[in-house]
């Protein structure tokens, strides 16, 4: 039976209209945060639009695209807020991953072939280490662990091979502060590249750039974002350097959605405020921690008893709310597990968990086995991720965890 219609002779029907309306609204409208733009397709005016865009894009260009994988308004916003904020006045562009390791990874796979050799600081982020140890040494890339808190006497190990040298400054779990600036002239005057892993600093308290570093890798997720709910990372990078970059990103397909982006470009409105909230709070626990007899020492960088102190202070601008610390005397496997369980398990704001950055507290005793190349000598070693919670609630709940702790110990 045919249906009546009820349409002009030149009115689409309803399919087609209801695939059409509302897409032709051009009015302007100022807002106070970037528009999250959700996008898979981009469209274009011409196919002579379209060819240039994608000669554009092929070559890196700022702001071009063809497709939501290479960019959006929000995803670009984002990136150009990285590039100004961590570069620091060096002219610099960034790129999106999905997270802070698939950062790690992708710099790397931008910058090593098999046949290469790469020089690594012994406190690096476990993770990254298992990438080097695993896709990389399958690859036939040569990693090789130096002191974290050395200086430029790392050229001695320097190869005719070597490509990149990869620094974490604090060391993961145990803070060591390594002399940047020496090792950057170094390997510049060698054509090596540097990378940092400036998740301790950025973006408030560290500018790598003004170091003398060729990569910058980011866990946006972190103090970026500042609210425990996104994951993403990024690599900011040189803008000579930014080519091969570039065409290792669009290879891999590595992108991130609208949404996110909108969440670390909000989060970084705040990031100033914040982290010297995390600062001075985390100094004050930290200060505190100091006089238990239970600690055998604290490691942080602002603290004057950290043996790389002013190697901290000529290079930082401050300290975040992430260090550790070392617990007195040597316990065997079993006591020490359960007086850890005792000091970390059923505080009241402090949760027990892997990431840090947000606005909460948190507490991981250090897992080092397999981590570092040099073992570890010294006692249990606690992290503590110090949020914006009032510093004198957190001192009240890490007392009650000695107090547990010491009831089990005797």
């Known amino acids: 039976m045919t249906q009546p219609t009820f349409l002009r002779d030149d009115e689409p029907a309803l399919p087609t209209r209801l695939i059409d309306a509302g897409r032709r609204v051009d009015t302007r409208i100022a807002t106070v945060n970037t528009p999250v733009s959700r996008a898979s397709s981009v469209l274009f005016d011409s196919l002579a639009q379209t060819e240039a865009a994608g000669k554009a894009v092929a070559v890196g260009e700022r702001h071009a695209t063809t497709y939501a994988t290479v960019g959006t308004q929000t995803t670009f916003a984002l990136m150009d807020a990285l590039a100004e904020i961590e570069g620091g006045g060096v002219p ?59 200086g430029d006497e790392i050229a001695a190990l320097v190869r005719p091979t070597t490509r990149v040298i990869y620094l974490e400054s604090p060391g993961s779990y145990t803070f060591e502060i390594q002399d ?47 609210h425990a709910d996104v994951l993403m990372g990024a690599v900011v990078i040189r803008e000579a350097l930014w080519p091969k970059l570039w065409g290792t990103v669009r290879q891999l397909g590595l992108c991130v959605g609208g949404d996110d982006a909108f969440l670390i ?29 239970e600690v055998a020492r604290v490691l942080h960088p602002a603290l004057p008893s950290h043996p790389q102190h002013e190697r901290w202070r000529r290079d930082f601008r401050g300290s975040s709310g992430l260090f550790a610390f070392e617990l007195r005397g040597p316990m065997d496997d079993g006591p020490q597990r359960a007086a850890l ?34 073992p570890w000598q010294g006692g249990a070693l606690i ?26 110990t005797g």
């Open 265 to 293: 470009l909000r989060g970084l409105r705040t990031a100033d405020v914040r982290m010297r909230r995390h600062e001075a709070s985390a100094s004050t626990v930290a200060r505190w921690l100091e006089s238990r007899s």
């Open 180 to 226: 940047v600036p020496a090792i950057c002239a170094m390997a510049r005057a060698r054509g090596i590249v540097t990378m940092i892993d400036n998740a301790w600093g950025s973006p408030v308290f560290a500018r790598p750039f003004d170091w003398g570093v060729d990569v910058s890798i980011l866990p946006l997720t972190k103090y970026w974002s500042g």
């Open 92 to 150: 610099c562009r960034a790129a999106l991953m999905p997270s802070g390791l698939a950062a790690i990874t992708t710099a790397l796979l931008a910058f090593l072939s098999p046949g290469d050799h790469m020089l690594v600081s012994d406190s690096v982020y476990g993770p990254m280490r298992v990438f080097c140890e695993g896709m990389l040494a399958r690859l036939g890339v040569t990693a090789e662990y130096f002191d974290p808190a050395a």
């Open 383 to 408: 992290r503590l991720h110090i949020g914006l919670e009032d510093p004198r609630d957190l001192i009240t709940d890490l007392e009650a965890g000695f107090d547990a702790m010491l009831a089990v």
């Open 341 to 374: 369980a005792a000091l970390c398990e059923g505080r009241r704001h402090f949760h027990i968990g892997y990431s840090w950055g947000g606005f909460e507290s948190l507490i991981m005793p250090a897992r080092l086995t397999g981590l570092r190349r040099t």
